[in-house]
């Protein structure tokens, strides 16, 4: 059975830091194209960011290049988004997701999600 989890989300202030895991289950994440969304209250969800199976496959929203970065630990079958330069308006619910498809790269077909976890920048 096919399983993503977030953990890593909290409050921290302006300027912070925070890194979000997404930890795969029931497939291996390396062979598929995994994607950070976000949505805030009232707001309709937002593609973060996206890493392909194919090497140098990246995506950024014009809004986080720069402060945030995607990654992939094929050991801990885990894929990370490290959240630089915090700011107020990056407070939401962010979810990862997964292609549904073995190579698939960004864009993608993202057909398996996870939870979320809650992510709050304030002072």
């Known amino acids: 059975q096919v399983q993503l989890v977030e953990s890593g989300g909290g409050l921290v202030q302006p300027g912070g830091s925070l890194r979000l895991s997404c930890a795969a289950s029931?497939?291996?994440?390396?062979?598929?194209?995994i994607g950070w969304f976000r949505q805030a209250p009232g707001k309709e969800r937002e593609g973060v960011s996206c890493?392909?199976?194919?090497?140098?496959?990246?995506y950024y929203v014009d809004s986080v290049k720069g402060r945030f970065t995607i990654s992939r630990d094929n050991a801990k079958n885990t894929v990370y988004l490290q959240m630089n330069s915090l700011k107020p308006e990056d407070t939401a619910v962010y979810y990862c997701?997964?292609?549904?498809?073995?190579?698939?790269?960004?864009?993608?077909?993202?057909?398996?999600w996870g939870q979320g976890t809650q992510v709050t920048v304030s002072s």
């Open positions: 997701a997964a292609d549904r498809k073995p190579g698939s790269n960004c864009p993608a077909d993202f057909a398996s």
């Open positions: 029931g497939f291996t994440l390396d062979y598929y194209a």
């Open positions: 890493i392909g199976s194919s090497d140098g496959n990246l």
